[in-house]
């Protein structure tokens, strides 16, 4: 029974952070939507003038990427607790649960919130540039986190 309320409790928080990500790309995206009818910017505006859509898309992207590490770290720690019958298992419920939640959050989650807009995905600053930088901060990431933390403190 502890188990069972365990793994429940980690689900929960697991789809809370989720939420929570979901929250902040949505307030960065209306910002951004308010940001292109306030200076009237459409697919024709130069690249150079959509900086701070630019901006925006990099930082709804490393908020994903935020939210990827905290999953990595808090399900490490929460699952430890579920009482699994071995190491192996144990590792397997932490591989499939951040599995999950990293395809949810990193390309679900955009894609979700890009929905209403299908024909400016490959705009600029819009869908495609988004998962492009996502792509690029999480093969970038975990290595610099390696060299900044040499003690391995942050598995």
């Not at 992207?61 to 939210?67: D, K, V």
């Not at 600029?124 to 988004?130: A, F, K, M, R």
Request: aromatic share 10%.
């Amino acid at each position: 029974m502890r188990r069972t309320c365990q793994t429940i409790f980690s689900y929960l928080i697991t789809f809370c952070l989720l939420g929570i990500c979901a929250l902040i790309i949505w307030g960065i995206k209306e910002r951004e939507s308010s940001y292109r009818e306030e200076n009237k910017i459409t697919k024709n505006t130069p690249v150079s003038q959509q900086g701070f859509i630019k901006f925006l898309s990099i930082m709804s992207s490393l908020s994903i990427n935020f939210i990827n590490f905290i999953l990595k770290l808090f399900m490490r720690s929460i699952s430890v607790n579920e009482r699994h019958e071995s190491t192996t298992a144990l590792n397997v419920s932490i591989a499939f649960k951040l599995t999950v939640c990293r395809f949810l959050n990193s390309s679900i989650l955009l894609l979700i919130l890009n929905w209403s807009e299908p024909h400016q995905w490959f705009n600029s600053g819009q869908l495609v540039y988004e998962a492009s930088v996502l792509l690029t901060v999480m093969a970038l990431g975990n290595p610099i986190i390696v060299l900044m933390d040499p003690n391995k403190r942050l598995k």
